[in-house]
């Protein structure tokens, strides 16, 4: 992580130097010892506050369609394997125009002390170079090489924790989901660092009607949390910000996971992996299953 | 004299306040966390030792986090029935256990709840709440408070303060008449000691100058340094929904062509939505814009027109910002500055 560490900075001083970008998004020393920041610098000479670390946990995709980081021009950012997914996902809808942005990959074994549960079943540890699988987004620059093996990418123990939720009766199901969207309080964090949920106007601000209540009852709390999994299936790359990002600690990947499981079953689809593909979402094949049309 | 609780004592207080009819609010385990609940049963109650400080403040049991404040209904001679909640109803609450940075949020939303209007949904619960903190005998990293005029044993607020002096025992401080009647009403739980045992009270460390703050953001509406810190700002509620003091609301209808209700929900600066006009114009059109304006009100604003700081220091906001957007370190770098 030393060298690496050492070769981004380097690089970012050189594209920031050059004024091959504008702005360089990466991660920065957090105010504590276990975090880091989303560093976002336009400056070479401060190149070297960046930092690469078991804590570079915040994907950083989601500034890709921010204005506060676009009005300032052309920029970089840093991505692990998972974050280039969603990187994959805004280019298919047209989100950013690929030539706007630089992606540096960096190589990545894991975050977290202890290890994320997640990155136990990665099959992205180390992102795409340029000239390499055609099925694989590539970064303008991969920096490092990852030593964690790739887990297959239909690794079933990626979905226990769903099954769990799967086994059980409707009614114990609506009790435990009861029981976690209680305490949402509506503070969007989910939606807010969320690389996908990047609408201008949220489906719960749309207020002519207000077609979800914005009120955190539990009928709100109930739509809110179906509208946002329903609008992320077959989009959502997993990448768990939503769920480290909620101060109520409501495990929301399970419903995120759900959906990706099930639009791998029927549409044989598992979003942000290979930009060729034609979104789950974004294709009409006649062939579908249509017999819910009644 | 000193007058003295035990922690099984301070148990069986909760337990006679909720025979009485009393709604205890105290910390409790949930999950992963330790928050602020209603219970049923004093046996619920989390040991200090279990936190330093709840995932939130309690400020929701006064203001709720959704509210209706007013139902409505068509009436069979097709003419609106309006109906009021009826707040009388409500219990009494006691809060049992709150550290002094929330209990000292208390004369802070005093202001705002009753500055042009009384508002009633605040005051009636206010009236009827009873506060017994817990001094912090341990901090946590980000805790902040006697940088902002607050303290692990500050007063402010509570009804009666406990402090740790060992053996599972708490030093009991009655502060208001409020505090005295419980004390008294439930005497036979407390001891009474000659002199008065040492207490344990955490070391918090100032972290800034806060005098420092208020000049420089009378200088440096518009500067650079906000685009700096804030741009990374993600826009969510997490900061203002776990803090203690924020207290903005936003009223929304719901209902059908029978009727409906009219709620009061918590509200946040940080989200794009909050100022946009009806226009489609928006007065604070970037993230940095509406992070300026939270430190702002904060620590300008609210001096200017209460007298107060709108912050207890209770660090939350800079532990839980998913982009560890530090309030505290925020502070730290305007203090440093030249106003």
Known sequence: MADAVEELRALARDLLSKGAVQVFVGYGAGSVANRTIPLIITSADRAGELVWNKHCLNNLAVYLTRQEVLKRGKVAVVLKGCDARAVTGLLQETQIPRERVVLVGMACDGMGEPLLEMCRHCDVHTPAAPGGDAHRLACDHVIGTATAANAAPDDEAAFADVAKIEAMSPAQRWAFWQEQFSRCVRCYACRQVCPLCYCKRCAVEKNEPQWIASSAHEAGNFAWHMIRAMHLAGRCVACGACERACPQHIPLTLLSKKMAKSVAAHFKYRAGTDPTAAPAVKTFDSSDDNSFFR | ?339
């Open chain 2, 1 to 339: 004299m000193a007058t003295i609780i035990s922690e099984e004592s301070l148990k069986q207080l909760a337990g006679g306040l909720l025979k009485a009819g009393c709604r205890v609010i105290a910390p409790v385990r949930q999950q992963d966390m330790v928050v602020y609940k209603a219970i049923k049963d004093p046996q619920e109650m989390a040991a200090d030792t279990e936190y330093v400080l709840p995932q939130s403040s309690f400020k929701e049991f006064l203001f709720p986090r959704c509210e209706c404040i007013l139902r409505y209904r068509i009436g069979e001679d097709k003419k609106p029935v309006y109906e009021s909640p009826n707040l009388d109803a409500e219990p009494p609450q006691a809060v049992i256990g709150c550290r002094p940075c929330d209990a000292a949020s208390l004369p802070i939303l005093d202001k705002i709840f009753g500055w042009d209007y009384q508002d009633q949904f605040y005051f009636k619960r206010r009236e009827k709440l009873t506060v017994v903190s817990i001094a912090c005998s341990r901090a946590a990293e980000r805790c902040f408070c006697t940088s902002v005029g607050c303290a692990p044993d500050s007063a402010t607020g509570s009804d009666v303060l406990l402090k740790k002096c060992g053996n599972g025992k708490y030093l009991a401080e009655a502060l208001t008449d409020k505090g005295k009647q419980l004390v008294e009403k439930f005497a036979s739980l407390f001891e009474k000691a000659d002199a008065a045992p040492a207490a344990e009270v955490a070391q918090v460390k100032a972290a800034f100058d806060a005098e420092k703050i208020k000049p420089w953001l009378d200088a440096h509406f518009e500067d650079p340094m906000w685009l700096e810190i804030a741009a990374r700002c993600m826009g969510c509620g997490t900061c203002a929904f776990g803090c203690p003091t924020c207290h903005c609301f936003d009223i929304v209808d719901e209902g059908d062509l029978k009727g409906g209700c009219r709620l009061r929900n918590w509200d946040t600066c940080g989200s794009a939505l909050f100022t946009k006009h009806g226009s489609g114009h928006n007065p604070r059109s970037s993230q940095e814009q509406r992070y300026r304006q939270r430190v702002m009100h904060k620590y300008k604003y609210y001096v200017e027109k209460f007298g107060l700081r709108a912050c207890t220091g209770c660090g939350r906001c800079c532990v839980r910002c998913p982009v560890n957007l530090d309030l505290c370190a925020v502070l730290q770098t305007i203090a440093s500055r030249q106003a």
